[in-house]
């Protein structure tokens, strides 16, 4: 123990010396009220220092007093009304800039580091997480800005005219986020064993104060007054005051001097109560991509009620999502794909791609074995859906999934039947088609939801396939551009898409089946 | 489109995918059997019939009346002035002359005239998904004007509802009323209909 209690006040002692600031004006900061982390911060201090268990103000007392034991009587300047040593023992008292958020150990509440840490530990564990890495986000009242720089200009009426102080402020300041990052980071490395890397894994801690919000009310009060508040106002140039106090301005709410002055004592006032923290952790989306065959004629893409009632067996993004979803541990799922077809059609052939966002996976995605979940996929009775390709992809695949959509071919097969027989030269009149344009009003089973447009789309190419035994039968081969509705090309929708295949035959037409057997796109190919 | 009656092949995993595609896309015979096979049009609309009431009906329009469903009568429709809706499962009605109006059998339909005093029906533009400037028509709301041999013909809107589209071909090709390959393509008008309408028709139809 005696060592450790060296190695901390080594560490303090340094501290001090990087902070370049005079005993007598460390004793007075802590003498208002400021934690040692936030006075070592707010003078760019770094170091192991901040993740000492022990670091307390009871301590950088004693420190100061061994150190400078003798000028102790003469040079310290103490604020008229503020507690002495003697004092800081008696009651909990909480840091008047960061009101209790770096003030890991206390006298009493000397756990109240290991509560932090311990408690998310467990929270993590006991969530299930599976990890390889984590970082921390931090979330605190915005009022502690305020707080800075009441001390600043504390300082500056006390300390400005020696010269020591004027290139201090401002350079190097670290943020209470930072300086809370450097205190607790070493223990939950030890206590998670894992090293901190921003990837996939992270842990939020939410300070809350109730005085912040009634010191915001405040300020939006103060705001309705009448006049316009800028935030680079124009810079009303107080006595004392120049620009690097006016930079504090910018961040402060955007106020006026004057307004600040009223609002946020100097030096800031005390609490009563520390920032409550909650902690949350969650792992950010992973993105699972392949391409998918739909096999059954009663099978939508996505999840379709309609007034309570199912329309279909089952969808392809149930089948997929929810799998995916209990092999990752997950939360929800969120399932996207590259263009859609109807219930009765059925996708074959190389597959259409989507994309599976999980939410909040417990499993780690890399230790995850994508090919076996492939496999589970493709052998649920009944044989409805075929999964290829699977596996994770990066947040990009969603934006190459839209980018791909609008402009790619799909590629079709249709029953077909008309109203005479099949000639040769039918075969020839639809094979010779290339590149044809057809313009297509909006057909009438999705004009009930859709805005009654004329669209221009484009066949590449057809190709007709006889049915051996069959003379008005046939199977049709066709390459269209996306979008295009195939049904409609064929029976004509009442003439509202034109050419249409009746007309390009001279007969009637009709589609009894229809298949895509490509989706021409160059993502989750293998 | 037809269902297929037999559940389609199941695919297996072990197949080379050219070859499963060709196997999959064989047509299962049974949908081969029905020829013609039920139309677009018969399948997906729901037909009415409209008349116009008269103590002596003429005997043409019974034996047309087996394609449709429903035949209702009307007061304001002038007898041998019959007229079709087709109405799709998404409530959306395509309105047409029937095959048995007045105009057909006398030498057919010489010109369309969707100008009908007030409005000029075909200057109608309904843009967007909610179907804004759609005019709301009442049953009676003349459509378009049928000119034939010297007689002028009124279409009746038949339903209360928004009038989304004109079929602006019958201007140009009248002549697609006059023979049957072609007039299923000459519909008169898409409409949607107040929800209220179709209660009406359910109770008076019957179904």
Not at chain 1, 416 to 428: A, C, F, P
Not at chain 2, 33 to 60: C, E, R, W
Request: a negative charge; aromatic letters at 8%; glycine letters at 6%.
């Amino acid at each position: 123990m005696g060592e450790e209690c060296m190695l901390e006040k080594q560490l303090v002692e340094e501290s001090i010396r990087q902070s370049g600031l005079p005993c007598h004006a460390l004793r007075d900061l802590l003498s208002i009220g400021v934690c040692p982390r936030c006075i070592f911060r707010l003078f760019g201090v770094h170091g192991d220092v901040y993740s000492c268990l022990s670091l307390s103000s009871s301590l950088l007392w004693s420190v100061l007093d061994l150190s400078n034991g003798h000028e102790e009587a003469t040079d310290c300047k103490v604020h008229e009304g503020s507690s002495s040593p003697q004092d800081l023992k008696v009651g909990p008292e909480f840091c008047v800039v960061c009101w209790g958020i770096l003030q890991l150990s206390y006298d009493e509440q000397a756990q109240q580091t290991f509560d932090l840490v311990a408690s998310t530990a467990q929270l993590v564990k006991g969530e299930g997480f599976e990890i390889d890495s984590f970082s921390l986000e931090v979330s605190v009242p915005p009022i502690i800005l305020g707080n800075e720089r009441s001390v600043w200009l504390y300082m500056k009426k006390r300390y400005g005219s020696e010269s020591r102080f004027q290139d201090k402020f401002f350079s190097g300041s670290i943020s209470v986020k930072d300086a809370l990052r450097f205190s607790i980071t070493k223990s939950l490395e030890e206590m998670l064993a894992v090293k901190v890397a921003v990837r996939s894994f992270h842990i939020r801690f939410t300070y809350t104060h109730s005085d912040a919000s009634s010191k915001i009310s405040l300020v939006q009060g103060s705001r309705t007054d009448g006049h316009k508040k800028q935030k680079r106002g124009d810079k009303e140039l107080l006595e004392g005051i120049d620009a690097s106090d006016l930079e504090i301005n910018k961040e402060s709410f955007g106020l006026d001097i004057a307004e600040q002055d009223r609002i946020f004592q100097v030096p800031p006032a005390k609490v009563n109560q520390p920032c409550k923290v909650t902690t949350l952790c969650y792992r950010t989306p992973v993105y699972v991509g392949g391409r998918y065959l739909k096999y059954s004629r009663n099978v939508s893409q996505t999840r379709w009620i309609i007034d309570e009632e199912r329309m279909g067996e089952t969808s392809v993004e149930e089948i997929i999502g929810n799998l995916t979803l209990s092999i990752l541990k997950a939360d929800s799922y969120k399932f996207h794909a590259a263009g859609r077809e109807d219930i009765d059609v059925r996708m074959l052939g190389s597959g259409r791609p989507f994309l599976v966002e999980i939410a909040n996976a417990r499993s780690l995605s890399s230790h995850t074995e994508f090919a076996e979940l492939q496999e589970k996929i493709n052998n649920l009775e009944p044989r409805i859906v075929r999964v290829k390709n699977l596996k994770e992809v990066g947040v990009d695949a969603w934006t190459i999934l839209q980018q791909g959509e609008a402009e790619k071919q799909k590629q079709y097969a249709a029953l077909v039947w008309i109203s005479r027989s099949l000639e040769d030269e039918d075969l020839k009149c639809m094979s010779s088609i290339k590149e044809m344009d057809i313009i297509q009003r909006t057909p009438i089973r999705v004009l009930h939801r859709r805005s009654p447009l004329e669209r221009k789309r484009m066949i590449h190419w057809m190709r007709a396939e006889r049915i051996h035994g069959s003379k008005q039968f046939f199977i049709l081969h066709l390459c269209t551009q996306a979008g295009t509705y195939i049904k409609e090309f064929v029976h004509g929708d009442l003439g509202r898409t034109h050419p249409n295949l009746g007309s390009i035959l001279g007969c009637r037409a009709e589609i009894l089946q229809l298949d895509v057997t490509d989706v021409k796109m160059d993502c989750f190919n293998s | 489109m037809t269902d297929a009656a037999v559940p389609p092949p199941s695919p297996t995993l072990e197949e080379d995918s050219e070859v499963e595609l060709r196997r999959l896309l064989l047509p299962d015979p049974n949908l081969l059997i029905l020829s013609p096979p039920p139309s677009a049009v018969d399948s997906n609309y729901v037909h009415y019939f409209i008349a116009g009431t008269s103590l002596y009906p003429s005997p043409f329009c019974f034996s047309c009346l087996e394609s449709y469903v429903i035949c209702k009568l009307v007061d304001f429709l002038k007898p041998g002035h019959d007229q079709y809706i087709y109405r799709h499962a998404n409530g959306l009605c395509v309105i047409g002359l029937a095959p048995t109006h007045a105009s057909l059998s006398e030498g057919g339909v010489t010109s369309v005239d969707f100008n009908v005093g007030k409005s000029d029906r075909s200057e109608i533009k309904v843009t967007g998904k909610r179907k804004k400037n759609a005019q709301l028509l009442e049953p009676n709301s003349a459509l378009c004007k049928v000119y034939a041999s010297d007689n002028i013909y009124i279409a009746r809107c038949c339903i209360k509802g928004s009038l989304l589209e004109v079929n602006n071909r019958l201007i140009k090709e009248p002549g697609l009323l006059n023979s049957s390959e072609t007039r299923e393509f000459a519909t008169q008008g898409v409409y949607s209909p107040r929800p209220i309408w179709t209660s009406e028709l359910y109770q008076d139809g019957g179904i």
